[in-house]
Each structure stands twice: as structure tokens, then as C-alpha cells.
């Protein structure tokens, strides 16, 4: 069953049907796919230049394009960006216009142009070769204006958009967009980029979270770090964990060093023996040796101990082994990071 503004399609005056309506939209990711397949032919020695170019650049890269194609220019500019190649995207039009000045000589240009004649970009050409920055070219014709002024022009084999009027830009930009991305991972490659540089430059997201945050940066402290001396009764064990609301005390020696852990389970197992004396030493009741985290130990490792040993609270100790710290389950799982 239809619904709604789209319930009247079926029987317009357009004459479409269903199976019309099937038959346009295979004939789009037809072409569309067809397109990115096309992406492979301009994967050689030409593209291999391009790449020496991006990297050799000593500064940044630079995308530039009008209407679609500059809307596919300002996305490769945030996946250069994000990927380990400084990038930005500097429009054609307001470029003539002053912000040219963006762009120096040690950068490196891409501009994109379907046709390789958009005007705007052009004009921006004559600046560009007077700088001696570099030229990269991605378009689909090799004849164009474009194309012959760069130090590289990539051509993609496009002759028709899967728009229907084959006026749209579709399979046009959909290449661009496939040989951007390709540029951008093969130099993330190049350049050794791993998953700690691209957690660096997205520390907002789960990944950089958990890649780069540290136990000191969630670890309670001071005095909310709870600590006992070894031979102090149970009973002042537990004001001290009331005190600080965490569920476990560190205990340490009378050098400060850290000798065992008490928590309210170590309580719940004395008093299930029937033993209520509240006034036996903590180091009685104590776990000893206890997991321990350091303070510059990723949280993420700390959660892994955690999970592994079905704790919830773990010392952090210096060089030394003096408390400095308690992690906290939650304090991990509220900052979003997760195993």
C-alpha cells in the first residue's frame, strides 16, 4: 500500500508504473556503480605522480570546485584532513575575490571539473602557476583547459551522468568521490598513518576515547582517594570508604606503599562466616597483592583488567607503589569507552 504526497506517482500524468519506476532507479546504481568501476583506469603511473606530489607537499592540500563538484572537493579536504594530510577547501568564486591569499606556493592544488571548463576554476589558474604551487587535476576530459595546465590531471572515463537528461552531476561525482577517498587512504598508507593518528584527530568520537584516555584522566584523587594504614580496624576501614563513596580502601604500610585492597565484598564474606568484630585489623581481612593500574596506563587496559578478574575498583599506584589513585568501573563506562 502507498501513503501520502508519493501515493499519487503510481498513476500520473508521467505514466509511471512501478516497473518503470524499478527499471529507472536500476539503471542509476547501474551507472553509478559502473562509474566507481571506472575509477580503476586512472590508477597508474599518472596517479602514482599525483601521490608523490600530495607527499612531497610541505604544506597543505588544497581542494577547490564549483556547484557539485565542490561539494565533493569539501568532503575529500575533511577525509584528506582526518587521514593525516593537513586539507582544506578553498571555493573557486570568492578565491578571485580575496581568498586566494589562502593558498601558497608550497601547497598543492586538487580541482575537480567534470568538463575541465568551469570558469571560476579556472580563474584561479593563472595564481596558482605564478606561485608555483601544484596542480593536481580530476576530471573527465583530458583535452580540457584544466587538464593541460596541471602537473597531473587524472581523468576519469565518464561520458554520461545516470541522470536521465544526463545534465545532473551523478556518475561524475560519484568517481570524484570514489578517486578522492582512493588518494586520501593510499597516502594514509604511505605515511604510516595508524589508529593512534586518527584518534588524535577525532578525540570526540568512541575511538578516540578509547585510545586516549589515560587512568589519570578518570582516576579519583586526593581525598577522594580512599587509603588506610594496615594495622586500623575494619571499623575505621569502612568510614573511610563511606567518606570517599567508593566501595574499597587502598591499604598501605607505614611508608605509604601499597600491601593490600579491601573492599565491601572482603566485608561481606567476614561477616557470612558469622564474625561480627568489627575491630580486627583491615590487614586481616585484606585482599593481598592486589591488581593494581598505573596512572599512565590507557583506561581501556584498566577496564580489561576489570572485566577479567569481575572487579570493579582497582588501586593506581606510582613507581614506588603508593596509591596516587582508585579507578572505578563506571568511571570508564561514563566516559563512553568500552571494550
Given at each position: 500500500m502507498v501513503h501520502g504526497c508519493g501515493a499519487g506517482v503510481f498513476a500520473s500524468g508521467a505514466g509511471l508504473n512501478s516497473d518503470r519506476l524499478i527499471e529507472a532507479a536500476l539503471r542509476v546504481v547501474r551507472l553509478e556503480t559502473a562509474a566507481v568501476a571506472s575509477v580503476e583506469s586512472t590508477i597508474g603511473p599518472l596517479f602514482l605522480e599525483a601521490i608523490e606530489l600530495l607527499l612531497e607537499c610541505p604544506a597543505r592540500v588544497i581542494t577547490s570546485g564549483m556547484g557539485k563538484a565542490g561539494l565533493i572537493a569539501r568532503k575529500a579536504a575533511a577525509t584528506f584532513a582526518s587521514t593525516g594530510t593537513p586539507s582544506f577547501f578553498v571555493h573557486p568564486a570568492e578565491a578571485v575575490h580575496g581568498d586566494l591569499g589562502m593558498i601558497t606556493g608550497d601547497d598543492v592544488v586538487i580541482?575537480?571539473?567534470?568538463?575541465?571548463?568551469?570558469?571560476?576554476v579556472l580563474r584561479i589558474i593563472p595564481y596558482i602557476r605564478h606561485i608555483k604551487a601544484g596542480l593536481i587535476a580530476i576530471t573527465s576530459n583530458p583535452d580540457s583547459e584544466l587538464a593541460k595546465n596541471?602537473?597531473?590531471?587524472?581523468?576519469l572515463p565518464i561520458e554520461a551522468e545516470a541522470c536521465p537528461m544526463n545534465l545532473a552531476p551523478t556518475s561524475s561525482t560519484t568517481a570524484m568521490l570514489a578517486l578522492s577517498d582512493t588518494l586520501a587512504l593510499v597516502l594514509l598508507e604511505a605515511r604510516g598513518f595508524g589508529p593512534d593518528d586518527y584518534a588524535l584527530r577525532h578525540p570526540g568520537g568512541s575511538l578516540g576515547r578509547k585510545l586516549l584516555t589515560k587512568v589519570s584522566d578518570l582516576m579519583h584523587r586526593g581525598d577522594d582517594n580512599p587509603m588506610i594504614l594496615e594495622d586500623r580496624p575494619v571499623r575505621e576501614a569502612l568510614f573511610v570508604m563511606t567518606r570517599s563513596k567508593l566501595a574499597a580502601t587502598s591499604v598501605i604500610d607505614a611508608e605509604g606503599k601499597l600491601v593490600g585492597f579491601f573492599a565491601d565484598g572482603d566485608l561481606r564474606r567476614y561477616l557470612n562466616r558469622g564474625e561480627d568484630d568489627l575491630s580486627v585489623p583491615v590487614s586481616s581481612l585484606m585482599t593481598r597483592n592486589p591488581k593494581v593500574a598505573r596512572p599512565d596506563m590507557m583506561a581501556v587496559k584498566a577496564l580489561e583488567i576489570l572485566e577479567a578478574f569481575k572487579i570493579i575498583e582497582l588501586p593506581v599506584v606510582d613507581e614506588e607503589h603508593r596509591p596516587v589513585g582508585m579507578i572505578h568501573l563506571h568511571d570508564i563506562?561514563?566516559?563512553?569507552?568500552?571494550?
Open positions: 580541482a575537480y571539473s567534470h568538463r575541465g571548463q568551469t570558469e571560476e596541471a602537473d597531473v590531471a587524472l581523468v563506562t561514563r566516559a563512553g569507552i568500552v571494550l
